[in-house]
């Protein structure tokens, strides 16, 4: 449950940040936020990351829909036992339902952020929970999850043999 509770938190800001930018900024206007770092630019992108797929905005919401479902089942399921799994499948949630959101009422996805010391694409709340949440998802898959997950070791008992006897002791 709490971890339905932090994505709903973090469907809500991504949303109400694009709200704020609909409302107030007009598309492709700038408002600066960290001066030569990062401002605001209101873009309406009908694609995926770097406008990719741009003309295919309903096969991207189905995209989105199908990982926001399997991603709530493995929440739900418990495929990452553990809190930091979890939270990891958690992000990755609320991005695609962020941006699923987006594609399905407007047709487009709002993005905001733009980098200005670099070149890079625009993105909003969900994507940075798209890409935290993958990264966090995989190093935690590849590096964590057999330490933290006990998968494939066998609890006591399990074995048909009591603690601490050996095949020798049979």
Same mark, same amino acid.
């Given at each position: 449950?709490?971890?339905?509770?932090?994505?709903?938190?973090?469907?809500?800001?991504?949303?109400?940040?694009?709200?704020?930018?609909?409302?107030?900024?007009?598309?492709?206007? +700038?408002?600066?936020?960290?001066? +030569?770092?990062?401002?605001?630019?209101?873009?309406?992108?009908?694609?995926?990351?770097?406008?990719?797929?741009?003309? +295919?905005?309903?096969?991207?919401?189905?995209?989105?829909?199908?990982?926001?479902?399997?991603?709530?089942?493995?929440?739900? *399921?418990?495929?990452?036992?553990?809190?930091?799994?979890?939270?990891?499948?958690?992000?990755?949630?609320?991005?695609?339902?962020?941006?699923?959101?987006?594609?399905?009422?407007?047709?487009?996805?709002?993005?905001?952020?733009?980098?200005?010391?670099?070149?890079?694409?625009?993105? =909003?709340?969900?994507?940075?929970?798209?890409?935290?949440?993958?990264?966090?998802?995989?190093?935690?898959?590849?590096?964590?999850?057999?330490?933290? @997950? =006990?998968?494939?070791?066998?609890?006591?008992?399990?074995?048909? *043999?009591?603690?601490? @006897?050996?095949?020798?002791?049979?």
């Amino acid at each position: 449950m709490p971890y339905m509770i932090l994505a709903a938190a973090l469907v809500a800001l991504d949303q109400l940040v694009k709200y704020l930018v609909v409302q107030h900024i007009q598309p492709l206007g +700038h408002v600066p936020l960290i001066p +030569h770092i990062l401002e605001l630019t209101y873009v309406e992108n009908t694609g995926a990351a770097f406008s990719l797929f741009s003309e +295919h905005t309903w096969i991207l919401a189905g995209v989105s829909l199908l990982m926001s479902v399997v991603l709530a089942v493995a929440i739900w *399921k418990n495929f990452f036992r553990h809190p930091v799994g979890k939270v990891t499948l958690t992000l990755l949630l609320a991005g695609a339902v962020g941006n699923l959101i987006d594609r399905v009422l407007r047709g487009y996805v709002v993005d905001m952020f733009n980098v200005l010391f670099m070149d890079f694409a625009v993105f =909003n709340v969900a994507d940075i929970c798209v890409v935290v949440g993958g990264i966090a998802a995989g190093l935690y898959y590849l590096f964590l999850s057999e330490k933290l @997950e =006990n998968r494939g070791k066998k609890t006591p008992g399990e074995d048909g *043999k009591a603690d601490g @006897e050996t095949d020798a002791d049979r």
